[in-house]
Each structure stands twice: as C-alpha cells, then as structure tokens.
C-alpha cells in the first residue's frame, strides 16, 4: 500500500519581499561549500531599532497616494469617522499639520542609510587593510513574518582585539545607530537585550534625544513606526471614502503593540504609547500581553 502524506512542513519562507540571491563567488558562479550545502544572501532586521522608511511600504500604497491622502488625516480624526482616539490624535496631529512631513521622513530613511553604510564601512576596515566578518547573534524568534534574520549585528573582532576592548567598544550597529540619533529604540519582547546591554541602549537613545542628534534635531519626526501605523490609516480611509468594505481586521489592525515603561512597569494600551519616554518603550505584542505582564513584573497603567 502506498503512503499517504496529508500534511504540509511548518516553516517560513526566507525574505519574502527581497530576493534571497545564492552568494557569488569572483566568477559570478554560486558558493557552494558542497553538494548540500549552497550559501545564501537572507535579509537581516536590526533587533531592537528602527530607522525610518526611504519609501512606502505598505502593500497596494503608492508614494503620491501617501502624500495626497495624509494632509486628509487630521481633519478624519476631528470627523468621528475614524480609528484613532482623540488623545492620539492630538499627538499626531503637529507632526502631520507641519509642512511636508511624508517627504521629511523619507528623506531621514535616506539619510539613516548613508549613516549605517558609512558605520559599517569605517568599523569593518581592519586597520592593516582587509575587511572583518560580520557578528550575527539572533534573537529569541528568528524570522520575522517578511523572512528577514532577526539579529544584533556588530564586527567579528579576532580574539587578541577583544581582550583590550570594552563592551562599548565592542557595541553592535544597531546600538551605533540608536547612539547616533538615527533611530528610535524599537525593543519587542521577547527580543530584549541583555541586563547589561538594556540600559547601555536605554541611556544611549535618552542622550540622542536630549541632545538633539540625528533625526531628534526636527522635534516634529514622524517615528518609523508611527509612519507605518499611518500608512495603514490611509488605507482604510481611501476605502471609506471610496465606501469599500472594510473589514474589522484591517479596522482594529492599524495598531495592535501594547507599549510598557520600562522605568515605571506600567502598561499602556497599543493607542496610548506615546504617554511612554520613546527610550522607556517596550512593545509587546496582544498574544504576549498576559505572559509578559509575568515576566516582567507589570501592571495596567490607569
């Protein structure tokens, strides 16, 4: 009798909007270490920060439809027919009610990339010449749902180096950029750093702010996941206005991080995240929210 298979393998598929390439050798030929074993380029997420956005990101969202349809937004909120509550709204609406706020932000993403290729480039050169390997540690969940490696990232320094390195010195890319003001702490549990490294990256993000560095010079940034919660706002007011159905995923779905302080252990709900200091904020998602509240010790702001 022949064996029937009625199921499908668990597992996710590696950088879903990338291009996951095999890694090329000076030839342009595939590596291959062996006959089981190809090498590959996977997309990685620096744990822990979050630069902002170059473009767009939300799927079926255009560039001019995100600038045609956000100067609409605060006037929707004003208009009852809205998601968003009205102690939200008041904290977004200077940051949209300003000029070109969308354009401000994409150019920010641009300039935060230029400042991680120049980090890297500088702390990767070896001082004899040659590059180093890069360090990867993955966090507690390894992918995330686009596929990218979730990780701290940091240059592979040899033995002897290390010995005569402290632990600033030996700081990871996502802490430099964090340090250097070009993006917001982004910590979700459970993904979150170490006893010794949470309050090195806490003080870090605090001074970036507090001396104005990076993207903290404009008071009035657009936080990248204040973007990408906004970009989902457009959507479902194009669908209102154009009387689409909207389904209550998309409705309830434009925010769904529950935000804790990390100073006082309070929780807030995933609207009232900005009542946080940006360096305090921890994010939990819904399904995590009754573990962490164990975990960590907190309690429902009221």
Do not use: C
């Given at each position: 009798m022949a064996l029937s298979v009625f199921w499908q393998p668990a597992g996710i598929n590696l950088d879903q909007l990338g291009t996951s390439q095999p890694s090329r050798d000076e030839d342009g030929n595939a590596k291959i270490s062996d006959g089981d074993t190809p090498k590959v380029e996977v997309?990685?997420?620096?744990?822990?920060?979050?630069?902002?956005?170059?473009?767009?990101?939300?799927?079926?969202?255009?560039?001019?439809?995100?600038?045609?349809?956000?100067?609409?937004?605060?006037?929707?909120?004003?208009?009852?027919?809205?998601?968003?509550?009205?102690?939200?709204?008041?904290?977004?609406?200077?940051?949209?009610?300003?000029?070109?706020?969308?354009?401000?932000?994409?150019?920010?993403?641009?300039?935060?990339?230029?400042?991680?290729?120049?980090?890297?480039?500088?702390?990767?050169?070896?001082?004899?010449?040659?590059?180093?390997?890069?360090?990867?540690?993955?966090?507690?969940?390894?992918?995330?749902?686009?596929?990218?490696?979730?990780?701290?990232?940091?240059?592979?320094?040899?033995?002897?180096?290390?010995?005569?390195?402290?632990?600033?010195?030996?700081?990871?890319?996502?802490?430099?950029?964090?340090?250097?003001?070009?993006?917001?702490?982004?910590?979700?549990?459970?993904?979150?750093?170490?006893?010794?490294?949470?309050?090195?990256?806490?003080?870090a993000a605090r001074t970036a702010i507090e001396e104005q560095r990076g993207l903290w010079a404009d008071e009035l940034s657009i936080l990248a996941y204040e973007y990408r919660m906004l970009e989902k706002l457009v959507l479902i007011l194009q669908k209102q206005e154009s009387s689409e159905e909207i389904k209550i995923p998309q409705w309830n779905g434009w925010i769904t991080r529950y935000c804790a302080d990390i100073e006082t252990g309070l929780l807030y709900k995933p609207t009232e995240y900005f009542r946080v200091a940006p360096w305090n904020r921890i994010f939990i998602w819904r399904d995590d929210v009754r573990e962490a509240v164990s975990t960590l010790n907190i309690r429902p702001a009221q």
């Open positions: 997309s990685i997420r620096m744990l822990s920060m979050d630069t902002p956005e170059k473009s767009v990101t939300a799927r079926g969202l255009s560039k001019e439809e995100m600038l045609t349809f956000t100067p609409r937004l605060p006037n929707w909120f004003d208009s009852g027919l809205s998601p968003v509550p009205a102690p939200l709204a008041e904290h977004l609406r200077p940051l949209l009610e300003r000029s070109t706020p969308i354009e401000n932000h994409w150019e920010q993403g641009a300039q935060a990339t230029e400042v991680l290729r120049k980090a890297m480039s500088e702390r990767l050169t070896k001082p004899g010449g040659g590059e180093r390997a890069l360090f990867l540690r993955a966090a507690d969940e390894r992918f995330d749902r686009y596929g990218r490696l979730l990780a701290y990232v940091a240059p592979s320094y040899e033995w002897e180096e290390r010995r005569n390195m402290t632990r600033y010195d030996r700081r990871t890319f996502n802490f430099q950029m964090v340090e250097l003001g070009w993006a917001p702490t982004l910590i979700i549990y459970p993904s979150i750093p170490g006893e010794l490294d949470l309050p090195m990256l806490q003080s």
